[in-house]
């Protein structure tokens, strides 16, 4: 496999940027190696700039849920794109994105458009905090809710990567206003809210971890912070980032039958455009300026190319049958996946929701936090190589869910598994 092209780009780049890149996971730092770098990408595949083909499961980390250069989203954007980028001034897509959003996921009464998750999260906790009085917010460990201050406490993704679950920079004051749970242990939350419910703002979660690989609420799981925080007053917020359009169409929310009282998204929402959003209860979003006191502010929010490019996305996955049919997918890679795992002796589970999985080198199923970073990293490691020697990248870290696009067909299943059946006997050699 020839890289020279990329070899020579990340040489360049590692003196010029952090890790020579604008994102840590990106270094391939876990897996050890080099990243390469794309030229271009269509429906499941990335093109790399020495012309390598990679059948691709990370998917920009999850916007790209119809597929890389979906025709439809590209004329959108092409279209919006020649009568201006950015204006200043209130454009009609941005009211017909906060339509859609309440259509397709009714707790989001009002909505705010921001540029990223990242800026999405640290404004819900600044509503929560403002809107109740109370400073404290709790997160689980393992979730990841972008790089604000208050979330790099016990985080996952990048955070979890290397090692640094409480980033240097944070001061001690804010981190201290951070309390951390376990996910998906009941007893624990009834505790904290017994000993601190009336100082927490709110309770932040991914609904379906999607950052310390992919963890499922336990049954009633989510119901239960729900119940907690409507007794204690403070505000549910669902991290829909990842999970957002992607588990469903009205995502985790609609999947569990949860109404949390505000959202965030990212990621679907922008189509592959720099986008983030949060939303939720009328009353609390009406405390966020200029109707109330809360500030929160952007130049480029809500900027016609990224409304455009989200809103086509977000019209192609309101097609009949398009989650049932990315479920179907999931379930026939991961079955395949576990089959040719088993074939090779090399424990594996996987842990599936809709359009959303995860890979665990492990005997056992993964519910916590704890089994997840326990599983056999040395093998993921081993294994990422195998895969993508043979053209299909993953996420390079065990910690990290899969993504699925309808765009992967069954020539892209059928190449997967032929090659994961080669990977698993390598990794089986040692
Ligand atoms: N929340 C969740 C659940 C995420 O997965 C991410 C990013 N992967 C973020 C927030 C932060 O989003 P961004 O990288 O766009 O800032």
């Known amino acids: 496999m020839k890289t020279d092209t990329s070899h020579d780009l990340f040489t360049r ?225 669902f991290d829909e980032v990842m999970t957002g359009f992607r588990v469903a169409l009205g995502g985790a929310q609609a999947r569990y039958g949860i109404t949390p009282d505000l959202s965030t998204f990212g990621k679907i929402i922008g189509g592959g455009m720099p986008v983030g959003a949060y939303g939720g209860r009328a009353d609390l979003m009406r405390q966020v300026a200029p109707d109330g006191p809360i500030y929160q502010a952007g130049t480029l929010s809500g900027n016609p190319v990224a409304m455009a490019a989200g809103l086509a996305t977000l019209e192609l996955i309101q097609a009949p049958g398009f989650h049932e049919a990315l479920e179907r997918r999931t379930h026939e890679l991961c079955d395949g996946l576990e089959a040719a795992a088993r074939d090779a002796g090399v424990p594996l589970t996987t842990n599936r929701s809709c359009a959303m999985f995860g890979l665990f080198f492990s005997e056992q199923q993964v519910e916590t936090y704890a089994q997840a970073i326990a599983c056999d990293t040395v093998a993921f490691n081993r294994f990422f190589h195998a895969m993508l020697r043979r053209g299909v990248y993953l996420a390079p870290s065990a910690f990290e869910a899969a993504f699925l696009s309808s765009a992967h067909g069954d020539a892209e299943i059928a190449h997967t598994l032929e090659a994961a059946r080669e990977a698993f006997r390598e990794v089986a050699a040692g």
């Open 13 to 237: 780049a590692r003196d010029l940027m952090p890790g020579g890149v604008n994102s840590p996971v990106r270094a391939f730092r876990s897996v050890g190696g080099e990243p390469f770098f794309a030229q271009r990408a269509e429906g499941a595949c990335l093109i790399d700039v020495d012309g390598n083909r990679y059948v691709d499961y990370v998917l920009s980390w999850g916007p790209m849920i119809a597929g890389h250069a979906h025709p439809a989203v590209l004329d959108a954007v092409a279209r919006t794109m020649r009568d201006g980028l950015s204006f200043g001034v209130p454009n009609p897509l941005e009211v017909t994105m906060a339509e859609t959003l309440r259509k397709l996921v009714p707790s989001m009464q009002m909505s705010r458009m921001v540029n990223s998750g990242t800026e999405a999260t640290l404004s819900a906790i600044r509503l929560a905090r403002g809107a109740t009085g109370r400073s404290r917010i709790v997160k689980f460990e393992g979730c990841y809710h972008g790089h604000g201050d208050s979330f790099l406490v016990k985080a996952g993704s990048g955070a979890l990567t290397f090692g640094l679950p409480n980033s240097p920079g944070v001061p001690k004051a804010l981190a201290d206003l951070t309390l951390t749970l376990p996910y998906n242990d009941f007893e624990a939350a009834t505790k904290l809210f017994a000993e601190a419910g009336e100082d927490i703002a709110g309770v932040i979660v991914e609904p379906i971890v999607g950052n310390a690989n992919c963890i499922l609420p336990r049954d009633g799981y989510l119901q239960h912070l729900r119940e907690l925080c409507t007794r204690y007053g403070a505000l549910l917020i």
